[in-house]
C-alpha cells in the first residue's frame, strides 16, 4: 500500500472532498494537502497540521491516522481483523487497515481510502465497504446475511438522486437493493463502467459486526488504455515545503 487519501464532508452540502494524501517511503509517512482542501470555505485544516501548503513528515504514523485504526488490545481486534478479510501479511500493517476499514469515527466527518495498484493481472481490484445500510428495510438487512463469498453483485446509477449524480447502488440479481458504493469511489467507477465491465462480488459478510462493517464488496476491472483513477485535481498536491512532525 503506497498512498492513501482522506475525504473530508462538508456539513453543510454534506459533499465529500479529497482534502489529504498519505504515502509512506522508506518507513516515514509524508502527509500532504491536496487541491480539494480548497474547494470548501469551511475547510480549515486537520489534526496540527495548520499550513495547507507544507509537507508533514514523522517516522510514527500521524495520530489523525492512527486514532482511526482499532486498537489491537480491544478484545474485538481478533474479529476485528475478520470482517477486514485481510492477508494473514498485511493484518498488522497500519496502512492496509486504514485502506480496507475506511478508517471512519463516529466523532468526526473523515474517512480515508487507498490509491488503487493493479495486481499481478494487470487488473485493478478494489475492496470497500456497502455504505448506507443504517437506511435500509428490515428485508434488505436480512437478504445481506444470506449473501456468500463470491456472490455476483451490479453496480447501477441511481440516476433521480438529487443529492449525487453519480450514485452507485449495489444490487443482487433479483433485485434487492443491499447498499451504496462510497461516494469517493463512485465518480471515478461511473467513467470505468463507461469504457469496460466493472465485476463486483460480495468479499465477505459480517454477520455479528457493526453494520458498518457488514458488507465487504471487491470490484475488480482490467483499466481502459491511458485510464488513471483518482488523477483529478481534487488528489493533486498542495505542499510545497516540510516540516518533521
Not at 458488507?215 to 516540516?243: I, Q, W, Y
Request: proline fraction near 6%.
Amino acid at each position: 500500500m503506497k498512498a492513501l487519501y482522506i475525504a473530508w464532508q462538508d456539513p453543510q452540502t454534506r459533499y465529500w472532498y479529497t482534502v489529504g494524501r498519505l504515502s509512506r517511503e522508506n518507513g516515514t509517512y509524508r502527509f500532504v494537502y491536496t487541491q480539494g482542501a480548497l474547494k470548501s470555505q469551511r475547510f480549515k485544516y486537520l489534526g496540527r497540521m495548520h499550513d495547507l501548503r507544507q509537507s508533514y513528515w514523522s517516522r510514527e504514523l500521524f495520530p489523525l491516522f492512527s486514532n482511526r485504526i482499532l486498537d489491537s488490545s480491544r478484545p474485538e481486534y481478533p474479529e476485528y481483523l475478520q470482517w477486514l478479510a485481510l492477508d494473514p501479511r498485511d493484518q498488522h500493517d497500519p496502512m492496509q487497515l486504514l485502506a480496507r476499514s475506511g478508517g471512519k469515527r463516529a466523532t468526526d466527518e473523515l474517512c480515508v481510502y487507498p490509491h488503487p495498484e493493479m495486481n499481478e493481472r494487470g487488473e485493478v481490484e478494489l475492496f470497500f465497504l456497502s455504505h448506507g445500510l443504517r437506511y435500509l428495510d428490515s428485508s434488505a438487512l436480512q437478504r445481506i446475511s444470506q449473501l456468500q463469498s463470491g456472490d455476483h453483485l451490479i453496480l447501477r446509477r441511481e440516476i433521480d438522486n438529487a443529492h449525487d449524480r453519480y450514485a452507485l447502488l449495489l444490487e443482487t440479481e433479483e433485485p434487492v437493493t443491499v447498499g451504496y458504493c462510497p461516494r469517493y469511489l463512485s465518480r471515478d467507477l461511473c467513467g470505468v463502467m463507461h469504457a469496460t465491465d466493472v465485476k463486483l462480488t460480495v468479499e465477505r459478510v459480517n454477520q455479528d459486526a457493526p453494520i458498518q462493517f457488514r458488507l465487504l464488496c471487491r470490484a475488480v476491472f482490467t483499466p481502459p488504455l491511458g485510464f488513471d483513477m483518482f488523477a483529478g485535481d481534487e488528489h493533486l498536491p498542495l505542499g510545497k515545503e516540510s516540516v518533521a512532525a
